[in-house]
């Protein structure tokens, strides 16, 4: 079945640094979605990605979608604390096939961020 | 900004007792989720519910789970005989479309099996 694979698993930074997570899908997306979840919380969609070799920015956050759409990335620029948590990538197969189009999340890369 | 609720926050229950999961997805939203999440590890993906059926369901959504959606606003997971593996944190989510925008997750139910 669909793996998505997510790195690193942690990430320690001092406030200003840059972060960045990547994400490799063992098949085609249909598309790629990205969600944050802070300590204690649940998950909070942040972005789609759809068409292959997508770049959007959501303020200091650039998210990418691979040319073949099986990797992704996120990088955020200048951390500040309040950017701790976990971020997660999600992935959605192809309609078609036996998969009506479960999302199936990375590992995810836990942020910590010192001031 | 739509929520999705879920209730109760915290449940903890007997091995092989019987618990019910309840939750009310965004009023428009035409799909709904249940997700777990085993302390400090990943989401997995347990069931999608579409026109008052499921769609798809993982290895993990057993005989011993099952989903309804019993009126129009609440959606349920029942676990019929609890094991001590099945202490998770239990999402529930719903969208408005399966491929366009993402999924709208509760707040969580945090399951314990003593």
């Known amino acids: 079945g669909q793996q998505v694979m997510q790195i690193p698993q942690y990430q320690h930074v001092q406030e200003g640094e840059d972060f960045t997570t990547y994400c490799n899908s063992s098949t085609t997306l249909s598309n790629i979605q990205w969600y944050k979840q802070r300590p204690g919380g649940h998950p909070v969609f942040l972005i789609q990605?759809?068409?292959?070799?997508e770049v959007k920015k959501q303020k200091r956050l650039t998210f990418q979608f691979g040319e073949a759409k099986k990797n992704s990335s996120l990088h955020i620029t200048a951390t500040q604390t309040t950017d701790v948590g976990t971020y997660f990538c999600a992935g959605q197969p192809i309609a078609g096939g036996t998969s009506y189009g479960k999302l199936t999340f990375g590992q995810g890369t836990i942020l910590t961020v010192h001031p | 900004e739509p929520e999705v609720t879920q209730t109760p926050s915290h449940q903890v229950t007997q091995m092989g007792q019987e618990v019910i999961l309840r939750c009310v997805p965004i009023s428009n939203h035409l799909y709904f989720y249940w997700y777990r999440q085993i302390l400090g590890q990943k989401v997995e993906f347990l069931v999608s519910f579409y026109n008052n059926e499921i769609s798809e369901k993982s290895e993990i959504f057993d005989d011993q789970f099952s989903v309804e959606r019993p009126d129009g606003s609440n959606f349920t997971l029942k676990i019929r005989s609890t094991k001590l593996e099945d202490s998770a944190m239990y999402f529930c989510a719903s969208s408005e479309w399966v491929r366009r925008g993402g999924y709208t997750f509760g707040s969580g139910t945090r399951l314990t099996v003593v």
């Open positions: 990605l759809v068409k292959s070799g």
